[in-house]
Structures are given as C-alpha cells and as structure tokens.
C-alpha cells in the first residue's frame, strides 16, 4: 500500500472451468474511490502471484516455484509486459528508495534466516542456454550467467541468526524476530544500533513507537519495549491478535485486529482498548456475512481497508469493504474471488 492507494488483483477468465485465464491488476485509490488498471497477464495460472508491494512507479510481487522457492519480480506500473527478477530466494522482503531488504528462506529447522540488503537496481538475471553449462553447489548456470551475478547482485548481510517472517521498514528501522534466541530486534536500516529484546515468544507484528520505544505484538499481548532501560510494558493482551498493525503517532494509538475480525485502537499513555468495529457483529445486522473466510487487511493512511472472501463450499464471495478508523462504512464492493 502507499498512502491511500492499495493493489488489488482480480481474474481476468470464467471462474467455472478447472483454470483462471490469468489476472489484471489494479491500482485502487481509496480517497478518489477508483480503480485503475496497470497491467494484466493473460496465462493460464499465469497471475501477480502474493505480497505485492508499491514503491512509486513500480510494483513488486513474488512467485512461488514449483519446488518451494520463492522469486520476486519488479515491473514498472505503465509497462504490460517487461518485468525483471531481482531475488532468487526469499522468505520476506521490504522495499526504500534504493535497496531491497530480504530474509532467506530456511530449508530445514537449522538453517539461520539471514537478513540482507541489496540494491534494487541490480536484477538477478534470467537463466539462459548460452555458452558452457555448469554446476555449482547444486547450481545451474552458463559462464555468462555467472559472472553477471558475481559482478553485480551480490548483497550484503546485515545481520545473521534465525531471523523468520517478520520483517518491515518504520521510520528508517528494520524490524525482525531471531526464532533461536527468541529476541525482538530493531536496527538501522545501514545495520548499526541493533537493539534487541528478550523473551519474545511468536510475535505477529514489531514496530515504531519513538526513539526510546519500539512495539510488538505478540499472540496474545501487546508490549511497549524501553531500549534504554531495557524494560517491557504490557499495554493490552487477552486476545489472539492478528499480523496487521498501525500506530497513529499523533494520537498515540495503536490500531490492530484480532483473529476473530475485531478491530481495535490502544492508547498507549491509558491502555484503554476500545473495539471501534466488529465484523461478527456487522454480520449480525446483515452489514456483512457468517461463516468462514479469508481476509487482507490494509491500515492505510485514512482508510481501513478489508479485502475478504468467504470460503463457502457450494459459493465463494469476495468484498472489498472501506472503513474509516471510528468504524464508519465506507464503501463496499463485490470483486471477483482470486481463486
């Protein structure tokens, strides 16, 4: 998401038949409350794939091969049909102005998630027949193919351990989670002022509060952390909270949701949790629907955004549904199931 505008991706074919005939995707702006298309691929399967990122005249989303291996591709939002692959293997990835930040992917329990930065600007190239082929450690590749990644894609690591899923970008701070030393971990974005906090067990989401502070959440609470004494603050637990969050710095709140579709807004100088919508009870007014589902939700700038599909047996539905963060509705639209 950038702002108030989000990526949304629908099919382009007849959802009745064993295949999707590929899928467009959109730019929505949530303030204007328009679509607009910026590319479609028209392959059977052939779709944007999952976590699509916007990063000012380009979009980012990743592929997952046959074989478990993630890649992720840049494309620029005016171009239908040049794309580039700028990582072979990742787990999860966040974007600035000039660098990709990017996890490995663990290919057994003992294997570290290292963190790593690289220039955006340096694709990876395609896998071609030229020239000699070759193997290394379990590689194919042709001479040319070689050298152009040694010369140029070769990235940097920020920070080794067992780093997994958790990775974002908040006000020039990256924010991760270390599996084996069960440590929350903030850390310029140029890798210096790493600070870490102890005793964090399965955290959804890890964030900015202020200098001093940095937030997480983890299952079941919300803690504020002090880096510089070094203390934890439970602000809020008792739910099974979700992996979405925003905090609002002016007003101090920090708005996230729990797994049962309830969102909530924290104020953190009361910890005063106040449900500001209800899924489950928007359904019970005929608002919205019961049963099963999936869902994406969005924090945009002004704008909640739920991108939900229902998983009934015999129909699925999809709704895009625009609140604003006192609960207000406002907008609901049916879209086509991704599926």
């Not at 409350?33 to 380009?58: M, S, W």
């Not at 291996?69 to 794309?83: L, N, P």
């Not at 930040?101 to 896998?127: F, H, S, V, W």
């Not at 910890?271 to 969005?298: H, I, P, Q, W």
Request: glycine share 6%; aromatic share 12%; charged share 35%.
């Amino acid at each position: 998401m950038n702002g108030n505008q989000i990526l949304i991706c629908v099919p382009n074919g007849i959802l009745d038949i064993p295949f999707i005939l590929g899928e467009k995707l959109y730019l929505y702006d949530l303030e204007k409350q328009k679509k607009y298309l910026i590319n479609k691929r028209i392959g059977v399967y052939d779709d944007f794939g999952t976590t699509l990122t916007l990063a000012g005249d380009r979009i980012y989303y990743c592929e997952e091969r046959a074989d478990g291996e993630s890649q992720i591709y840049e494309k620029e939002i005016g171009d239908a049909v040049k794309r580039k692959r700028i990582l072979k293997r990742a787990e999860s990835y966040t974007l600035d102005a000039g660098k990709i930040y990017y996890l490995t992917c663990r290919m057994t329990m003992d294997d570290g998630g290292i963190l790593y930065q690289k220039e955006r600007k340096n694709a990876e190239p395609e896998m071609s027949l030229k020239e000699i082929l070759f193997w290394d450690h379990g590689r194919l590749y042709t001479g040319e193919d070689y050298l152009k990644e040694q010369k140029n894609i070769e990235p940097e690591i920020l920070l080794e351990g067992s780093m997994e899923e958790i990775l974002r970008l908040d006000h020039d701070r990256l924010y991760t989670w270390n599996n084996r030393s069960k440590e929350a971990i903030e850390m310029m974005k140029n890798g210096s002022s790493i600070t870490r906090c102890p005793e964090i067990e399965d955290p959804v989401w890890i964030g900015y509060k202020d200098s001093e502070h940095y937030l997480i959440i983890e299952t079941d609470k919300v803690i504020c952390y002090d880096k510089e004494k070094k203390e934890k603050e439970y602000i809020a637990e008792g739910r099974k909270f979700s992996c979405t969050a925003k905090y609002d710095k002016e007003k101090e709140r920090l708005y996230c949701s729990d797994m049962e579709m309830n969102f909530y807004w924290i104020d953190l100088k009361t910890k005063v949790m106040e449900c500001y919508l209800s899924f489950r009870k928007e359904a019970e007014t005929g608002n919205l629907f019961l049963g099963e589902y999936e869902a994406d939700v969005y924090y945009c700038r002004d704008y909640l955004t739920v991108d939900i599909t229902t998983l009934a047996a015999d129909k699925e539905e999809r709704y895009l549904f625009v609140y604003d963060y006192e609960g207000r509705q406002i907008r609901r639209e049916k879209i086509k199931p991704r599926r």
